[in-house]
T-cell receptor, first 116, second 114 residues
């Protein structure tokens, strides 16, 4: 089956630093990747849609200068949390959609971010 | 908001019993999907049902969709302790720029006791 990886799986950083999270589709090409944020015992909140070779589309209320998204290739999208603050601590999950099966999204294992 | 809502929020049953979770949503959809999430992990896609379908089966899973009531149900038969997880429904709206975006409900936490 389609596999999506995320790196790192867990990161702890100091307030004010930037953190980059990678999302890779390992065995398929992903024309579109999605970034979600999940708070404890809460739903996944879609943050942005990332299309290869073009600018990401952000959901309402998500600061694009705060959460930088780059989708440089058909297998890699990155999310950079800039000048992280404790309130940015969360579980970040990416998903990828194959050009061959556009209805299904394959999710990565998530990245736990803790900002001290 | 298009976000789906699952009911109940938590469900606790014994192994061998059936588990039923419901999902309601607000606007027209292209398809509805159910996902499973183990604690602290990513999501696993379980089943997708299109707006023109009423029922779908996959192993011990049975999903129904009632577009007139804007609701769906997920039935897990003969549950096992390994089914313990959070279950989310997600709706997909294929309209213009929203193509492919999924809107998730808050999930149902299922606990299956041995």
């Amino acid at each position: 089956g389609a596999v999506v990886s995320q790196h790192p799986s867990r990161v702890i950083c100091k307030s004010g630093t930037s953190v980059k999270i990678e999302c890779r589709s390992l065995d398929f090409q992903a024309t579109t990747m999605f970034w979600y944020r999940q708070f404890p015992k809460k739903s996944l909140m879609l943050m942005a849609t990332s299309n290869e070779g073009s600018k990401a589309t952000y959901e309402q209320g998500v600061e694009k200068d705060k959460f930088l998204i780059n989708h440089a290739s058909l297998t890699l999208s990155t999310l950079t949390v800039t000048s992280a603050h404790p309130e940015d601590s969360s579980f970040y999950i990416c998903s990828a959609r194959s050009s061959l099966s556009e209805e299904t999204q394959y999710f990565g294992p998530g990245t736990r971010l803790l900002v001290l | 908001s298009q976000q789906g809502e699952e009911d109940p929020q938590a469900l606790s049953i014994q192994e061998g019993e059936n588990a039923t979770m419901n999902c309601s949503y607000k606007t027209s959809i292209n398809n509805l999907q159910w996902y499973r999430q183990n604690s602290g992990r990513g999501l696993v896609h379980l089943i997708l049902i299109r707006s023109n379908e009423r029922e779908k089966h996959s192993g011990r899973l049975r999903v129904t969709l009632d577009t007139s009531k804007k609701s769906s149900s997920l039935l897990i038969t003969a549950s096992r302790a390994a089914d313990t997880a959070s279950y989310f429904c997600a709706t997909a709206i294929d309209r213009g720029s929203t193509l492919g975006r999924l809107y998730f409900g808050r999930g149902t936490q299922l606990t299956v006791w041995p």
